[in-house]
């Protein structure tokens, strides 16, 4: 099972920002798809964000489309998920997963995996 290690949650107010950052724990990201999901309390995994392994294609859920941009540094063997303008709604535990699934729409919407712990982000006032 690939391991990654997910930083950067906190808690924020409304229209704050966080930047989120994914981690491959001892294997390299070059190949992979990369995806950002979350669980927000009483809810199903979304999947919000997905990017090529060469980066020139990502995916954007309509919830968070124009809010967040995601990222990847394979040298860093590393993806990261600036949040801005957040929202309430946008509370949740965010998780990172990656795959050889090439097509970014696919990968958001039907990856899963075993999740781990996430990083908890809360946007509160």
């Known amino acids: 099972q690939l391991q990654f290690v997910e930083s950067g949650g906190g808690l924020v107010q409304p229209g704050g920002s966080l930047r989120l950052s994914c981690t491959a724990s001892?294997?390299?990201?070059?190949?992979?798809?990369i995806g950002w999901f979350r669980q927000a309390p009483g809810k199903d995994h979304e999947g919000i964000s997905c990017?090529?392994?060469?980066?020139?294609?990502?995916y954007y859920a309509d919830s968070v489309k124009g809010r967040f941009t995601i990222s990847r540094d394979n040298a860093k063997r590393t993806s990261y998920l600036q949040m801005n303008n957040l929202k309430p709604e946008d509370t949740a535990v965010y998780y990172c997963?990656?795959?050889?699934?090439?097509?970014?729409?696919?990968?958001?919407?039907?990856?899963?995996?075993?999740w781990g712990q996430g990083t908890q982000v809360t946007v509160s006032s």
């Open positions: 001892g294997f390299a990201l070059d190949y992979y798809t």
């Open positions: 997963g990656a795959n050889i699934i090439g097509n970014v729409q696919m990968m958001c919407e039907m990856f899963t995996t075993d």
């Open positions: 990017i090529s392994p060469s980066d020139d294609s990502t």
